[in-house]
């Protein structure tokens, strides 16, 4: 069976308010009656002994002075009789030679010189009375007692009213709290609902829904859980569909770039095989052969490396190097492809600064960044700067090219991106992994790299290495 949540919360709340009433009007009943009856019994008691206190005053046997007490008492409907020792009635006079019918337990107390109390007697009056016995002493001799006794009619009407307006009292709290629980539940309920309707949109594919947050109490903290959930999976969809587009992409470049060289390779092969190309021209044909295989194995090897990479496959083996010694070989080594484009590559050192890094990888990150430098750069010049500042090594590459604007510096992070797809026949940094691999390369390092670029003004590359 289903119980709607706002039921649920009714219930709860109604049956934890009735049982709290339940046990707190049973014992203010409890604690009014006894309440009720303690006064009636202290006043009982306190009649008792200033009769008792005229008694000792040699009173004790006379006739005036007990019928102006009944009379006075008859008014409050107290009356009261006078015994003797043997339990025999004195007054009033008319139950004269009455004896009065104490239980065993009660005689033995009031012959001890102890009160006796009952709050409710149905058994030996004519009706329900609280009595109270008094008894009287002279030193060490017991000479009787005096027994007040009092109707419990008015007492129980009393207790009877006190219950009456307790009841109505709960019964009127029970609807004031069963309308404020059916408030505060719908309250509840349609923040749930919400919360529900927007994981439903979610459910359909639909992450441009918000609900209503706040701190004020947990469900306003989920509520803002939820919108932060929603965002972050936002996000994950706009990356996958991003990653998705960069992986047909990818697929289309690999696609076209494998194409190419193994057409170029199997045209070659075929027309060997076939004698269809004349002895002068094998030489030339098999060295065609020799490059396009080249340009595939670097394709396959940069995208191994990638991944190994990113997966933390990657060892590295630190050592502290003179900077100036690297920089010259990137020099020396991109030199005539730097010159091919009419660029100039100059270095510029602040002393000797030394590096901590993996030899092979830092020459792999400097190369990668020279070469895209030169790659977007024409009659220009390439600055290779290093410098040492505290516990850190700088390190900036810095050209007069193209420049790039600030989505491109954004991009070019991203696997297989090119900000310039007639990159296709480049030798160098052609596949759009280069600065991927890079990136990856300086994080592994605990380093950082940052590019600042501005269209048509150049691009700078700054790395910062701790020297630890």
Not at 105 to 110: A, K, L, P, R, T
Not at 184 to 200: D, E, F, G, P, Y
Not at 389 to 408: F, L, P, S, V
Request: hydrophobic share 40%; glycine share 6%; aromatic share 10%.
């Amino acid at each position: 069976m289903k119980l709607k949540y706002m039921y649920q919360q009714m219930l709860s709340h109604i049956g934890i308010i009735i049982v709290a009433f339940l046990v707190l009007s049973l014992v203010v009943s409890q604690f009014v009656e006894n309440l009720v009856y303690k006064n009636k019994e202290e006043e009982l008691v306190t009649y008792g002994k200033n009769l008792l206190a005229d008694m000792d005053k040699g009173y004790y046997f006379d006739q005036g002075t007990l019928d102006q007490y009944q009379s006075i008492l008859e008014r409050r409907k107290i009356y009261f009789s006078v015994f003797d020792a043997d339990g025999q009635i004195l007054y009033p006079i008319e139950n004269q030679n009455y004896k009065f019918q104490f239980s065993d337990e009660e005689w033995e107390q009031i012959t001890n010189g102890k009160s006796v109390v009952v709050n409710v007697d149905l058994k030996r009056f004519d009706q329900a009375v609280s009595f109270v016995v008094l008894p009287y002493t002279n030193g060490d001799y017991f000479l009787g007692g005096v027994l007040l006794t009092a109707p419990v009619s008015g007492t129980n009407a009393m207790i009877h009213q006190f219950n009456k307006y307790l009841f109505y009292t709960i019964l009127i709290t029970l609807l004031v709290s069963l309308l404020l629980s059916w408030f505060l539940s719908k309250i509840h309920v349609r923040r749930i609902n919400h919360l529900q309707k927007a994981t439903s949109m979610i459910a359909t594919g639909n992450y441009d829904v918000t609900v209503p947050s706040s701190n004020f109490d947990e469900i306003g903290e989920l509520a803002g859980d939820f919108n932060q959930m929603v965002r972050k999976l936002r996000d994950s969809m706009d990356e996958i569909e991003s990653l998705e587009n960069r992986r047909r992409q990818f697929i289309a470049d690999v696609s076209h770039e494998m194409r190419t060289p193994l057409t170029t390779i199997s045209g070659v092969v075929e027309g060997l095989k076939n004698d269809m190309i004349p002895e002068s021209e094998k030489e030339k044909g098999l060295e065609l052969v020799s490059k396009e295989t080249k340009r595939l194995i670097r394709l396959v090897n940069e995208n191994l490396d990638y991944e190994k990479i990113r997966s933390n496959q990657v060892v590295l083996t630190k050592e502290k190097i003179e900077l100036a010694e690297v920089l010259e070989i990137i020099k020396e080594q991109l030199d005539f492809q730097s010159a091919q484009k009419n660029n100039e590559i100059k270095m510029e050192l602040q002393g000797n600064p030394l590096v901590y890094a993996d030899y092979d990888r830092l020459i792999q990150i400097l190369l990668n960044i020279t070469k895209n430098s030169i790659q977007f750069t024409e009659n220009g010049v390439i600055y290779l700067k290093g410098m040492q500042e505290n516990d850190c090594t700088i390190i900036e590459i810095e050209d007069t090219g193209i420049g790039m604007d600030a989505k491109e510096i954004e991009n070019i992070w991203r696997r297989f991106y090119k900000a310039d797809l007639s990159r296709r026949t480049n030798p160098f940094g052609e596949f759009g992994l280069g600065l991927s691999i890079v990136k990856q390369l300086v994080l592994l390092h605990q380093g950082e790299i940052h590019v600042t670029s501005t269209k048509g003004h150049g691009t700078k590359f700054t790395i910062k290495l701790p020297l630890v």
